[in-house]
Nanobody, 124 residues
Framework: QVQLVESGGGLVQAGGSLRLSCADS????????MGWFRQAPGNEREFVSA????????LYSDSVKGRFTISRDNAKNTVYLQMNSLKLEDTAVYYC?????????????????WGQGTQVTVSS
């Protein structure tokens, strides 16, 4: 069983930074790719970033490339999303997800476990 718990969200000014964490209490974390998605009010949930099960492969959406960094610590069953140079448009609920596969992917259909989400609000 995979149980994902996000933390680290909050209110930050534009240009600031936050680091999101997602801990998996299950025993299969190291064999799954992990991803971060977000959903802003009135919008569809969208892909943000993903990382392969080893951490060697990463993907980013064009909107966050160069500002966000995904990483993972398999010994701690935790995946991170370091968010720098935050913009107003980054405001959303951020979801951690576990893939059914080893390789990173931007396709939500590849992810079969989801966390409850953590709110990130960027203010001007």
């Amino acid at each position: 069983q995979v149980q994902l718990v996000e933390s680290g969200g909050g209110l930050v000014q534009a240009g600031g930074s936050l680091r999101l964490s997602c801990a998996d209490s299950g025993r299969v974390f190291s064999s799954r790719a992990m991803g971060w998605f977000r959903q802003a009010p009135g919008n569809e949930r969208e892909f943000v970033s993903a990382i392969s099960y080893t951490g060697a492969g990463t993907l980013y959406s064009d909107s966050v490339k160069g500002r966000f960094t995904i990483s993972r610590d398999n010994a701690k069953n935790t995946v991170y999303l370091q968010m720098n140079s935050l913009k107003l448009e980054d405001t959303a609920v951020y979801y951690c997800a576990a893939s059914a596969y080893y390789s990173e992917s931007s396709d939500q259909q590849d992810f079969n476990y989801w966390g409850q989400g953590t709110q990130v609000t960027v203010s001007s």
